[in-house]
C-alpha cells in the first residue's frame, strides 16, 4: 500500500458526460501528479499541483482540468467524454516539488460507453 | 527532452539474474534516472533510483555510466512474482517535458 488513494475504483459513463476522479496523497505529500494509461498510448502525464498550484502540464487534453485543494487532496476532471478517454487514471505523490520517488495510487479505471 | 529506450520484452527463468537497460542519450545534468515496476491494473511502484555509478537496496541494483546516457537495472535471482512491466523515468521531476516514462520493458519469468 503506497499510502496514497483513489476514488472511485471503477466509473462507466457516456460519450458527452462529464466525472470527477479523486485523490488523496500520502500524508505530507505536497505534489501531486495525474497519469493516464491506455492500451495504446502507456503511461502519459498528464499534469503535477504544488501545493495548491499548478507546476507542470503534460498532455493534458482542454477538456481536461484538475486542482488541489488546501488540505492536498486532488480532483481530475474530464469532461465531453469520448470513447478514448477510456483508460486507467493514476494519480502520484511526493514530498517535494522535484526531486523525489513518487507514490502511485491503485488506480482509477475509466470506461466511456 | 530525455527521451528513453528500453527494450519491448525480455525472458528469464526464476533464480537467473536479469539486466534490462535504458538509454538517455539526452539526459540533463540534473537529471535523476529512476526505474518503476508495474503488474497489471496497478499503479507503478517505485523500484530505484540513482543519479551516477551504483545503487543498491533490498530488490534491485542500478549501473550508470560515467557518461550517463544509459543505465541498467539489475534483478538478482528472479522469481515468478518479478513478472511485470520495468518503466525507466529519467528527469528532473517537477519540470514540464520531463516527466516521461519509456515504453516499458514487460518481463517474463518461467519456472
Known amino acids: 500500500d503506497s499510502g496514497v488513494t483513489q476514488t472511485p475504483k471503477h466509473l462507466i459513463t457516456a460519450t458527452g458526460q462529464r466525472v470527477t476522479l479523486r485523490c488523496s496523497p500520502r500524508s505530507g505529500d505536497l505534489s501531486v501528479y495525474w497519469y493516464q494509461q491506455s492500451l495504446d498510448q502507456g503511461l502519459q502525464f498528464l499534469i503535477q499541483y504544488y501545493n495548491g498550484e499548478e507546476r507542470a502540464k503534460g498532455n493534458i487534453l482542454e477538456r481536461f482540468s484538475a486542482q488541489q485543494f488546501p488540505d492536498l487532496h486532488s480532483e481530475l476532471n474530464l469532461s465531453s467524454l469520448e470513447l478514448g478517454d477510456s483508460a486507467l487514471y493514476f494519480c502520484?505523490?511526493?514530498?517535494?516539488?522535484?526531486?523525489?520517488?513518487?507514490?502511485f495510487g491503485p488506480g482509477t479505471r475509466l470506461t466511456v460507453l | 527532452l530525455a527521451k528513453t529506450t528500453q527494450p519491448i520484452s525480455m525472458d528469464s527463468y526464476e533464480g537467473q539474474e536479469v539486466n534490462i537497460t535504458c538509454s538517455h542519450n539526452?539526459?540533463?545534468?540534473?537529471?535523476?534516472i529512476t526505474w518503476y515496476q508495474q503488474f497489471p491494473s496497478q499503479g507503478p511502484r517505485f523500484i530505484i533510483q540513482g543519479y551516477k555509478t551504483k545503487v543498491t537496496n533490498e530488490v534491485a541494483s542500478l549501473f550508470i555510466p560515467a557518461d550517463r546516457k544509459s543505465s541498467t537495472l539489475s534483478l538478482p535471482r528472479v522469481s515468478l512474482s518479478d513478472t511485470a512491466v520495468y518503466y525507466c523515468l529519467v528527469g528532473l521531476l517537477g519540470n514540464t517535458d520531463k516527466l516521461i516514462f519509456g515504453t516499458g520493458t514487460r518481463l517474463q519469468v518461467f519456472p
Open positions: 502520484a505523490s511526493s514530498p517535494r516539488l522535484a526531486g523525489d520517488t513518487q507514490y
Open positions: 539526452n539526459i540533463a545534468t540534473n537529471d535523476y
